[in-house]
């Protein structure tokens, strides 16, 4: 039986742009940096959730799983940010948007009171695109 889901995969245009972003603009730890040949296994996550990570995924053909095809395809849908990344807590929404804003973080809708709770929406520098959500 499952019992809890762990990683949640993020495509990514630059692994190292990327890691900059999610480390340096968004607060979270590296997780794992492993190299497989030429595959780079890297994770980041919050302070406080331990046992999930986000996978920093590599858009760019690999012998695990993504051909040249597919490469082009889903960088298309993250640069329109047509992938979701995910939805991402904060005690104090207004106080988080500004500390972002003010890292450069991209933000495509400022905070707004929702009938679910209030909710800013951001875009990574690769263009996927975050729910940043404080519940009532």
């Given at each position: 039986m499952i019992q809890k889901v762990?990683?949640?995969?993020?495509?990514?245009?630059d692994q190292n742009e990327?890691?900059?972003f999610y480390t340096e603009c968004l607060g979270l730890e590296v997780r794992a940096d492993q190299t497989l040949g030429d595959f780079r296994w890297l994770t980041v996550g919050t302070k406080g959730?331990?046992?999930f990570d986000l996978v920093l995924y590599a858009l760019k053909a690999n012998d695990f799983s993504l051909n040249p095809d597919e490469v082009q395809m889903l960088t298309q849908?993250?640069?329109?940010?047509?992938?979701?990344?995910?939805?991402?807590?904060?005690d104090d929404l207004q106080k988080t948007y500004e500390e972002l804003k003010g890292?450069?973080?991209?933000?495509?809708?400022?905070?707004t009171v929702e009938p679910y709770g209030t909710e800013a929406v951001f875009k990574d520098n690769s263009g996927n695109i975050f729910s940043l959500m404080q519940n009532k």
């Open positions: 762990t990683n949640a995969t993020i495509y990514v245009k990327a890691l900059r959730q331990p046992d849908l993250v640069e329109s940010g047509k992938l979701g990344g995910a939805v991402l807590r904060a890292k450069g973080v991209e933000f495509l809708k400022p905070p």
